[in-house]
């Protein structure tokens, strides 16, 4: 075997070039059977670890290098989670085969990704990874720029990806220099000192500000301040301009003539995110606004009735909006959902929720704080986990319909039992992962406002929307919006096709602007025939059948067609855990049973369903290791499953068995044919989200995370 130069990749950095130099040559010396060096260190002398990444990236074997092979070993069984402890050490070598593997290319991004989660849970001192992270990210980023803005530009999306904790630039200093890489001047520049300061300094941020505009703070802070720290600039700012305000505006104003008066105000001071617009007027945040006028009655009855105490004076003070900017906090990419609509005087926030993959929830921006209200779609935990954050300082309301209320406080209830989200961020008071505990899991749950399908309620100021039944799970809606005549359609996670448990959506087509769910966008149809037949055949030649589901949609789609096909009657079907608790509460019914608390094995007549779709865990996982050395036992997974997730290993033959393995691909979502079919109809503006499809379809916009899109009325 030879290796195939083409794959290691080049750089300019002369250590890193070293670096892969020496693993060249060494890799061929083992080739060969020669000896290699001996020089262990992960940056500078290559070390056996990346030599033997190199070899097996080629696709080759290095028995000598018994070290490495055990370090290897260990790191497939970390990916399969059969790790139940591993010290320090050992987790570190880890981490540098699997960062070795990346960078040869026999790992991509996800496997790193679950690598470094991994290791974020299995050890309890992160300071070791972190330091390891550094170097690592700084190595990585050297194949791919020589300039210091790129290499830190590269450093922060990585952060980002990962899930890992915001640096402070500073520390990248010594890093650098590690590789020889000078950035200590890059780091001198105005807005890293300034972050540096804030960070170090956190109980002198007024001073540390001093007369700059708060849209000068905010261009220099926003991509390294931690988020939490962002959100006291702004408070700090917020009362500064507020007082200001107050100077200005006289009790005998109209409510039209003092939002000028602020408006000009906010726009003379740079009190602004962006160059393009002012933040916000809310005259009921003084504190002496001029005096308010009636309520029109037709409108006071729109406003839902948990609503109306906290919405009424932003209503009383509003003015017609003449500029929306809806603005993507979340979601262009399959995970953490967020989107804002911004009025000149308040706005919405459609949905907020939480990446399993990375712990990240959608952006922060200013205009976060100054919503009137947040429309959620439906109860996962990807558009509705960040919630607890949120309502760490939000005090308004979240509003959806009943259903998804009920199965949301489900979810967050559960989340916190199994550790949503994971240290260290979870530990980081600047993090804003960390107000995801109890106290605010309950005060969601006291903030929500029911709406009804089909019937309209102003949720802000000349903000309307309509509720419409969007088939994905119980309880799932897309929202129709209108603000002064400008129609905005946010489909949600939507689904066109008929299914056991739905019709299909029915959407309209004429919205100024179309927000859809674009998942299986260019991607194969799925057939639920076919899903029918795999499934009978399954049951048929095999016993017991453990069915991993998510908890809520999916368990409820296998339960209804397990009835439909008769298999119900004829095996002993079961549904068990938060999937059973999420079944009753939905009013989904048939010929199954809960599991009994007594039953710890399964017979070969018994068919379980059980939430965890990927196998993370719970009795669907449990019940897997009893019988993964059973033949006659079968698995069926019918969900998505993440890489390098339980489930993921299992369909893809990196964790052992003997038991049968099937695939009945299934989805909430609407297949490309009717998605597309459907999106051709449409008249206005359509921008797709939540998508892995790699760019931006003719016709299509697809935006950047706090990219802005922006309509007049």
Known sequence: MDLDKSMIPKTKNKIVAKVLDTATRDA???????????????????????????????????????????????????????????????????????????????????????????????????????????????????????????????????????????????????????????????????????????????????????????????????????????????????????????KRVRQDLSPKDAFKQVNDLFKKSGFQSNSESVLPVRLQDLESPPDPPAVDPVVFEMIPQKLRMGLLPAVAYSTKTKRIEVIFLGGPRIGHSGILIKTDTGGILMDFGLSVANQRIPEWAPELEMIDSVLVSHSHLDHVGGLPVLFDKYNGKWCSVGVTGAIAKALLQDAIKVGTPHPPRKKNKWDLISRFNQTNVDKVTKNHVKLELGKSSEVGPGILVTPIDASHIPGSVSYLVDIEGVKILYTGDFNIDKSVLFPGANLPTDPDMVIFDGTYWGRVDFDRQKVSETITNVVQNSGPVIIPSFAVGRSQEILVTLDNLGITKQRNVMVAGLAEHITKLVGVTGNWQGMKKNKVTLDKEDILVAGGGMMGGGLARQHFKEHRKNPEASIILCGYLAPRTPGWNLLHGHEPHDCQVEYARLSAHSSASNLEKYIKSCKGKKVIIHTPYPEAPKELIMPEFHERIILKT
């Open 28 to 246: 061929e010396r083992s080739i060969r059977g020669e000896a290699i060096s001996q020089d262990t260190g992960f940056f500078g002398e290559i070390g056996e670890l990346a030599v033997y990444a190199l070899i097996q990236s080629a696709g080759g074997e290095a028995e000598s290098l018994a070290q490495a092979k055990a370090v290897d070993e260990l790191l497939q069984r970390v990916y399969r989670d059969e790790v139940s402890e591993i010290s320090e050490a050992k987790m570190v070598a880890c981490l540098t085969l699997g960062f070795y593997g990346l960078v040869f290319a026999k790992y991509d991004d996800e496997d790193f990704r679950y690598l470094y989660r991994y290791a974020m849970r299995a050890i309890r001192k992160y300071s070791v990874v972190e330091e390891w992270l550094k170097k690592a990210l700084v190595f990585e980023s050297l194949f791919h720029h020589v300039d210091p803005e790129g290499i830190f530009s590269r450093v922060l999306f990585w952060l980002k990806y990962l899930g890992a904790p915001i640096f402070n630039p500073k520390v990248l200093v010594d890093t650098c220099h590690d590789f020889d890489f000078d950035v200590e001047k890059y780091t001198e520049r105005p807005e890293f000192r300034l972050v540096d300061t804030i960070r170090r300094h956190s109980d002198y941020v007024e001073e540390a500000i001093g007369d700059r505009s708060y849209i000068e703070t905010r261009k220099a802070t926003k991509d390294w301040l931690p988020d939490a720290l962002s959100s006291e600039l702004l408070s700090i700012y917020r009362n500064k301009m507020n007082k200001e305000a107050q």
